[in-house]
Nanobody, 120 residues
Framework: QVQLVESGGGLVQTGGSLRLSCAVS?????????MGWYRQAPGKQRELVAT???????NYADSVKGRFTISRDNARNTVDLQMDSLKPEDTALYYC?????????????WGQGTQVTVSS
């Protein structure tokens, strides 16, 4: 079993910063691969924000490059998203995501979402 708990969302003004955190708990036998953050704005599809592999390789959406930084702690099974220079278009429900496997069965797991609102 894999469970994700997010924290850190909130309301911030344009140009401000927020840090999202996600704590992942896994049952014995599970192996976490990629960890990441996605977001979904009202009326839009869920989109990738950033991902990070076990070895530290990162991938960012073009819209957040240079402003957001993803990091993970493999020992604690946590993944954070530092968001700087926030813009109103960053307003969305942010979801933590992990790809975890049990034996050869690789699956996606999602958190419940945390709201980020950026006021202009």
């Amino acid at each position: 079993q894999v469970q994700l708990v997010e924290s850190g969302g909130g309301l911030v003004q344009t140009g401000g910063s927020l840090r999202l955190s996600c704590a992942v708990s896994v049952s014995i036998g599970f192996s976490i691969n990629v960890m990441g953050w996605y977001r979904q704005a009202p009326g839009k599809q869920r989109e990738l924000v950033a991902t990070i592999r076990t070895g530290g390789n990162t991938n960012y959406a073009d819209s957040v490059k240079g402003r957001f930084t993803i990091s993970r702690d493999n020992a604690r099974n946590t993944v954070d998203l530092q968001m700087d220079s926030l813009k109103p278009e960053d307003t969305a429900l942010y979801y933590c995501n992990v790809k975890a496997s049990l034996s050869l069965d690789l699956r996606n797991y999602w958190g419940q979402g945390t709201q980020v609102t950026v006021s202009s």
